[in-house]
């Protein structure tokens, strides 16, 4: 089998080249999952031998427990890419209770042949295949498809624009001077580049300081404005050609993104984060007398969660991307007439939006479980797929030149969890618990012997549980979605609330041993599962984003009650269960309620920059409570007393971390954290070169 592993084989028509993960035939090239591509190795290797589904969990899944309809899945992926029918198979025949026997033999072939036959694709060069695979995949949505919103015929080509070292995205087209200025980030660094899109030429950096850089726009020709940020500081600033950068506005509040009237070149559009409102408000910055204008004060329907924003090419209408309840849907708001519409249909995810033709916005997102760009066409009130991104990445940004070209940027990162002990200052990487996929949301069990955490090595997300002494894995879910959040263990380890997006968001609850669905709920937005009772009958949710109350719900029925306005982030229940602890927001610290009387105790004075804790970054037991501090890229642990009997001080342990790890828990003692420390990151951005009949 060693031999299959390394070197290219060949059976009937096709050939396989396994480094490259690729099934060939006559000239047409197939990427296959990794699973299913070892699958394949497999069954091809053992000639006509029966393979037994428990030969397939050793070799495709080791350390790892996996129940037999993964195994049919990933069968039944390999016969599609195949178009093998299990009824009437060619290749693959299932031995009834036994296993799987691959009924053609398959053999070696030299290098030379290999390159004959795969002269398009040479095994060393993925990232060729990768650009020529898009084409393929990007000329069945857009030349094929006659309901398309633009009509495109075909794709002439998909070439890289930029290829270095890092992630680079975020970027803005100079049409006078056919350039193009984006954003690199390379692991600490978000950095500012320049180069031509002639593909002639070489990227220039244009920020050299230690700032982070984001949305860059071009003002003219020769002026660029973009946002930066340094510790707790934003600043929106302009820079002409290679003069000093000029600070044109700055903030202690996130300041999202920039927008530009065309039409109206004295001014600039931004979005901030407000957390006295806990909302991000729609500002106009005035270039002659640096006046700020809130659009709310004129516009007072615009959406109070505004993410994205974008002018029409006339100036008259301003694109707001907004989150309406689960979903993200783009309005437009009429800057003559002050009405609002909402145009075309909401999107699990919006990362990006801009102008296309012909009356369209161009959206990079997720729709219907599904990644790429989509086209809205304004006047029909509907959305197209332009471009389905490619396995395991994603498209966050696209821009439409005036010869019809797409540009978009596409974006891969492998996140990894780990543990890391404060007291020694060490870190374990978990290596299996870790995969080929992203591992995120881990979590420890109530007895802390398991970490539960959301990976997409199956290809879809779904929960899992890695129990710590043995080093297994288990599939907890099997619900082949796109989106799970931060997972919930109850106090007993028997119950687990998860919620996640599949079409419609979801809020759910799993037996952990029988893996079964106990109650399932659609619910209208995010909710954070923050704690269980004690006896395990009720879990306690928040929204976290604009306005936050906590909630309990019943774990049968999911139905809700509200516990407390403007609160959330942690909760921890009393034994008798007559009180529980929590963040305040009103107060900016912890407080307990007393759920018969619902009279307030305040425990802690309030808390420095508590609007910046995500779930998991603050845990609360019987003594003290524990929150992340993160500052000049450290990341600290601080204790706080719960009780003046046990003392007033705090303590404050630096930890050897990232500021852009992202902590998911924290253990009860305060001793261990589990984070998801992101690999190496890569993103390109590309160009789709269309020419139409």
Known sequence: MNDFLSSSFTFSDFIVDPQANLLIKK???????????????????????????????????PNVIVGDETIARTIFALRQALTDDAKNPT???????????????????????TQEKHTIFPPKNIATFTFLALILVAATFIGLSKDSVTDFSS???????????????DFSINQITNEIIYVNKDGRTKALYVRPLSGKGVSRKISQDEWKVSSPLWLDQHTLLYIRKKQNQYQIVRKYKRQKTEVLYQSIYIIHELALNKHSKNELSFTEHTPELRQVSVKTLNFINGKITALMDTYPDIPKGVY????????????????????????????????????????????????????????SGISSDIKGIWAISTKEQKHKLVLPAFSGQSIVNAEMDQQENIYYANYEVRKSLEIASISENSFDPLPQLNSHGSQQSGVFSADEKHVYFVSNRSGYFELWAYEIKS????????????????????????????VYRKQNLKLAVF???????????????????????????????????KQVNLYQYDRETLTPSIIQESAGLAVKTSDNQKSIIFVDYLHQGLVEKNLESGQLTKLTAPIANLDALMPGELKINEQSVFFIKKNNNKVSLVQLPLNPKNGTKTTVTNIDLSENVNISDISQDGSELVYSNKGNQQGRIMKIQLSSE
């Open 511 to 545: 037996n952990t041993v029988t893996e079964e669905v106990v109650s399932e709920k659609e619910i209208t937005g995010m909710l954070h599962p923050l704690a269980w009772s004690k006896d395990d009958n009720f879990i306690f949710l928040s929204e976290h984003i």
């Open 155 to 169: 794709i002439d080509k998909i070439v890289p624009i930029t290829n270095e070292r890092g992630s680079q995205s």
């Open 308 to 363: 994205n924003i974008l002018y029409s090419a006339d100036g008259e209408i301003l694109y707001i991307v907004s989150l309406m309840g689960a979903v993200e849907q783009v309005s437009a708001l009429d800057l003559k007439t002050a009405s609002i519409t909402i145009i075309g249909e909401p999107f699990d995810i919006i990362d990006d939006i801009a102008l296309g033709n012909n009356d369209e916005v161009l959206v």
């Open 27 to 61: 000239n047409s090239e197939k990427r296959l999952e990794p699973k299913v591509i070892s699958l394949l190795i497999l069954l091809a290797s053992h000639d006509n031998k029966v393979i037994s589904k428990q030969q397939i969990r050793d070799s495709l899944w």
């Open 91 to 113: 290749y693959i025949e299932t031995i009834p209770k036994k296993g799987y026997r691959f009924l053609v033999k398959a053999s070696l072939v030299s290098q030379s042949l």
């Open 471 to 498: 080093g297994l894995n288990k599939q907890i879910t099997h619900l082949e979605t796109s989106y799970i959040g931060r997972p919930l263990i109850s106090s007993t380890n028997k119950y687990v609330a998860i």
